[in-house]
Protein backbone atom coordinates (compact mmCIF):
# COMPACT_ATOMS: atom_id res chain seq x y z
CA UNK A 1 0.00 0.00 0.00
CA UNK A 2 1.09 3.52 -0.89
CA UNK A 3 -0.32 7.26 -0.86
CA UNK A 4 -2.12 7.70 -4.02
CA UNK A 5 -2.79 11.25 -5.34
CA UNK A 6 -6.81 11.42 -5.73
CA UNK A 7 -7.51 13.73 -8.28
CA UNK A 8 -10.47 16.31 -8.44
CA UNK A 9 -13.07 17.42 -9.58
CA UNK A 10 -15.25 14.65 -8.32
CA UNK A 11 -16.42 12.51 -11.31
CA UNK A 12 -19.80 14.10 -12.60
CA UNK A 13 -22.11 11.42 -12.29
CA UNK A 14 -21.49 11.05 -8.50
CA UNK A 15 -23.79 13.82 -7.79
CA UNK A 16 -26.56 12.97 -10.60
CA UNK A 17 -26.77 9.14 -9.18
CA UNK A 18 -26.99 10.24 -6.10
CA UNK A 19 -30.42 11.48 -6.69
CA UNK A 20 -31.42 8.75 -8.06
CA UNK A 21 -33.63 5.95 -6.23
CA UNK A 22 -31.08 3.18 -7.27
CA UNK A 23 -28.35 5.55 -8.82
CA UNK A 24 -24.88 3.83 -8.84
CA UNK A 25 -21.38 5.02 -8.37
CA UNK A 26 -19.42 2.97 -10.96
CA UNK A 27 -20.20 5.24 -13.74
CA UNK A 28 -17.66 5.23 -16.80
CA UNK A 29 -16.17 8.53 -15.57
CA UNK A 30 -15.71 7.30 -11.87
CA UNK A 31 -14.68 4.20 -13.19
CA UNK A 32 -11.96 5.84 -15.66
CA UNK A 33 -10.75 8.31 -13.13
CA UNK A 34 -9.56 5.75 -10.56
CA UNK A 35 -7.79 3.74 -12.94
CA UNK A 36 -5.96 6.81 -13.52
CA UNK A 37 -5.46 7.80 -10.19
CA UNK A 38 -4.92 4.44 -8.46
CA UNK A 39 -2.26 4.01 -12.05
CA UNK A 40 -4.79 0.24 -12.22
CA UNK A 41 -3.64 -1.15 -9.36
CA UNK A 42 -5.13 -2.49 -6.25
CA UNK A 43 -4.65 -0.01 -3.40
CA UNK A 44 -5.07 -3.38 -0.68
CA UNK A 45 -2.15 -5.38 -2.25
CA UNK A 46 -0.98 -4.01 -5.11
CA UNK A 47 -1.74 -6.34 -7.88
CA UNK A 48 -1.71 -4.30 -11.12
CA UNK A 49 -2.97 -4.38 -13.99
CA UNK A 50 -6.34 -6.16 -12.82
CA UNK A 51 -8.27 -8.25 -14.36
CA UNK A 52 -11.30 -8.29 -11.93
CA UNK A 53 -11.45 -4.95 -11.27
CA UNK A 54 -14.11 -3.51 -7.95
CA UNK A 55 -15.07 0.16 -6.70
CA UNK A 56 -14.61 0.00 -3.39
CA UNK A 57 -15.87 1.59 -0.19
CA UNK A 58 -13.28 2.94 2.32
CA UNK A 59 -16.46 2.67 4.76
CA UNK A 60 -18.90 0.48 3.78
CA UNK A 61 -22.08 2.16 2.56
CA UNK A 62 -24.38 -0.99 3.74
CA UNK A 63 -26.45 -1.12 0.82
CA UNK A 64 -27.50 2.37 1.07
CA UNK A 65 -27.89 2.62 4.40
CA UNK A 66 -25.34 5.21 4.48
CA UNK A 67 -25.90 7.06 0.94
CA UNK A 68 -23.65 9.50 2.13
CA UNK A 69 -20.54 7.26 1.93
CA UNK A 70 -22.09 5.33 -1.35
CA UNK A 71 -21.24 8.24 -3.66
CA UNK A 72 -18.74 10.26 -1.93
CA UNK A 73 -15.74 10.34 -4.11
CA UNK A 74 -13.12 10.68 -1.30
CA UNK A 75 -14.75 7.26 -0.09
CA UNK A 76 -14.22 5.33 -3.80
CA UNK A 77 -11.07 2.97 -3.59
CA UNK A 78 -9.98 1.18 -7.10
CA UNK A 79 -9.50 -2.56 -5.63
CA UNK A 80 -9.24 -6.33 -6.78
CA UNK A 81 -12.16 -8.49 -6.13
CA UNK A 82 -10.08 -10.57 -3.82
CA UNK A 83 -9.27 -7.34 -1.16
CA UNK A 84 -12.66 -6.52 -1.39
CA UNK A 85 -14.24 -9.77 -0.82
CA UNK A 86 -11.16 -10.06 2.14
CA UNK A 87 -12.47 -6.38 3.43
CA UNK A 88 -15.70 -6.78 3.89
CA UNK A 89 -16.20 -8.09 6.94
CA UNK A 90 -17.77 -6.57 10.52
CA UNK A 91 -13.99 -6.17 12.40
CA UNK A 92 -13.16 -3.67 9.45
CA UNK A 93 -16.61 -1.69 9.22
CA UNK A 94 -14.99 1.68 11.13
CA UNK A 95 -12.58 1.58 8.28
CA UNK A 96 -8.39 1.15 7.43
CA UNK A 97 -5.99 4.17 6.74
CA UNK A 98 -6.97 6.77 3.77
CA UNK A 99 -3.54 5.88 1.57
CA UNK A 100 -5.11 9.33 -0.22
CA UNK A 101 -4.47 10.89 2.98
CA UNK A 102 -2.11 9.06 4.94
CA UNK A 103 1.10 7.82 3.56
CA UNK A 104 1.33 4.17 4.02
CA UNK A 105 5.00 3.95 4.44
CA UNK A 106 5.29 6.06 7.26
CA UNK A 107 3.65 3.93 9.46
CA UNK A 108 3.86 0.44 7.89
CA UNK A 109 6.68 -1.95 7.35
CA UNK A 110 6.46 -4.03 3.92
CA UNK A 111 9.18 -6.89 4.60
CA UNK A 112 9.28 -9.72 1.99
CA UNK A 113 11.92 -12.72 2.72
CA UNK A 114 12.08 -15.82 2.15
CA UNK A 115 8.57 -15.42 0.45
CA UNK A 116 6.96 -14.50 3.87
CA UNK A 117 5.29 -11.12 3.49
CA UNK A 118 5.18 -9.39 6.98
CA UNK A 119 3.72 -6.17 7.09
CA UNK A 120 4.15 -4.16 10.62
CA UNK A 121 3.33 -0.86 12.36
CA UNK A 122 5.98 0.76 12.67
CA UNK A 123 4.93 2.41 15.96
CA UNK A 124 1.73 3.91 16.13
CA UNK A 125 -0.71 1.46 18.15
CA UNK A 126 -3.82 3.35 17.12
CA UNK A 127 -6.85 0.94 16.10
CA UNK A 128 -7.30 2.37 12.87
CA UNK A 129 -3.33 1.15 11.79
CA UNK A 130 -3.63 -2.27 13.57
CA UNK A 131 -6.73 -3.10 11.59
CA UNK A 132 -5.23 -1.46 8.46
CA UNK A 133 -1.95 -3.87 9.26
CA UNK A 134 -4.80 -6.59 9.61
CA UNK A 135 -5.89 -6.13 6.62
CA UNK A 136 -2.99 -6.00 4.63
CA UNK A 137 -1.67 -9.16 6.17
CA UNK A 138 -4.91 -11.03 5.92
CA UNK A 139 -4.89 -9.95 1.49
CA UNK A 140 -1.08 -12.34 1.31
CA UNK A 141 -1.75 -14.81 4.05
CA UNK A 142 -5.10 -15.56 4.28
CA UNK A 143 -6.04 -19.80 4.69
CA UNK A 144 -9.45 -19.68 5.28
CA UNK A 145 -10.95 -21.11 2.59
CA UNK A 146 -9.57 -22.91 -0.61
CA UNK A 147 -10.41 -20.01 -2.76
CA UNK A 148 -8.68 -17.62 -0.79
CA UNK A 149 -5.75 -19.78 -0.33
CA UNK A 150 -5.66 -19.80 -4.14
CA UNK A 151 -6.30 -16.19 -4.30
CA UNK A 152 -2.86 -14.83 -1.68
CA UNK A 153 -0.96 -17.69 -3.14
CA UNK A 154 -1.46 -16.04 -6.66
CA UNK A 155 -0.78 -12.36 -4.83
CA UNK A 156 2.38 -13.76 -3.52
CA UNK A 157 3.96 -15.24 -6.58
CA UNK A 158 3.21 -12.09 -8.33
CA UNK A 159 4.88 -10.25 -5.86
CA UNK A 160 8.12 -12.94 -5.86
CA UNK A 161 8.57 -12.27 -9.82
CA UNK A 162 8.38 -8.72 -8.89
CA UNK A 163 10.88 -8.86 -6.64
CA UNK A 164 13.42 -11.39 -8.40
CA UNK A 165 13.36 -8.55 -11.61
CA UNK A 166 13.58 -5.91 -8.51
CA UNK A 167 16.74 -7.71 -7.42
CA UNK A 168 18.31 -8.27 -10.51
CA UNK A 169 18.19 -5.10 -11.51
CA UNK A 170 19.84 -3.87 -8.27
CA UNK A 171 22.57 -6.42 -8.84
CA UNK A 172 23.29 -4.67 -11.91
CA UNK A 173 23.04 -1.70 -10.65
CA UNK A 174 26.01 -3.01 -7.85
CA UNK A 175 27.92 -3.82 -10.56
CA UNK A 176 27.63 -0.68 -12.50
CA UNK A 177 26.19 2.33 -10.70
CA UNK A 178 26.75 4.87 -13.54
CA UNK A 179 25.03 3.06 -16.37
CA UNK A 180 22.19 5.08 -17.46
CA UNK A 181 19.58 2.53 -18.49
CA UNK A 182 19.67 0.08 -15.26
CA UNK A 183 18.62 3.64 -13.50
CA UNK A 184 16.39 4.15 -15.26
CA UNK A 185 14.96 0.64 -14.68
CA UNK A 186 15.18 1.08 -11.15
CA UNK A 187 13.52 4.76 -10.78
CA UNK A 188 10.62 2.84 -12.71
CA UNK A 189 10.70 -0.40 -10.14
CA UNK A 190 10.71 2.18 -7.17
CA UNK A 191 8.03 4.56 -8.38
CA UNK A 192 4.69 4.78 -6.46
CA UNK A 193 2.93 3.56 -9.77
CA UNK A 194 4.82 0.02 -9.83
CA UNK A 195 3.29 -3.12 -8.70
CA UNK A 196 3.89 -3.92 -5.49
CA UNK A 197 6.07 -0.90 -4.95
CA UNK A 198 5.79 -0.19 -1.21
CA UNK A 199 7.71 -3.91 -0.63
CA UNK A 200 10.66 -2.74 -3.18
CA UNK A 201 10.62 0.74 -1.66
CA UNK A 202 11.16 -0.57 1.87
CA UNK A 203 13.29 -2.85 0.83
CA UNK A 204 15.75 0.20 -0.01
CA UNK A 205 14.94 2.14 2.94
CA UNK A 206 15.67 -1.08 5.29
CA UNK A 207 19.34 -1.43 2.92
CA UNK A 208 20.19 1.97 3.23
CA UNK A 209 23.74 1.74 4.20
CA UNK A 210 24.21 -0.09 0.98
CA UNK A 211 22.22 2.51 -1.25
CA UNK A 212 22.05 5.31 0.63
CA UNK A 213 22.06 7.24 -3.20
CA UNK A 214 18.64 5.91 -3.73
CA UNK A 215 16.84 6.68 -0.79
CA UNK A 216 15.83 9.62 -2.77
CA UNK A 217 14.05 7.39 -4.90
CA UNK A 218 11.68 6.43 -2.18
CA UNK A 219 10.95 9.39 -0.60
CA UNK A 220 7.92 9.26 1.47
ZN1 LIG B 1 -5.95 -6.57 -4.08
Redesign the pocket.
Known sequence: MVKVERSFPAPESLAIESQKHNGRYNCEDVVMQLIHDFHDK??????SPLQDPQVEHLLPHKNGRYPKRKFDWNNLFW??G???SMKNKAKYDDGIIDCCVVDPEEIMSFDFKGKEVNIEAVEAEEPIVQRTVELLNE?YNNENTGMRKHNCAL?VRALCEEMDVFYHTLEEYTRNRQDRVTVRSLKALLSRQSRFAAFKRYYIRNHSNTFPELLPLVDR
Open positions: CYLCEISCHCNVR
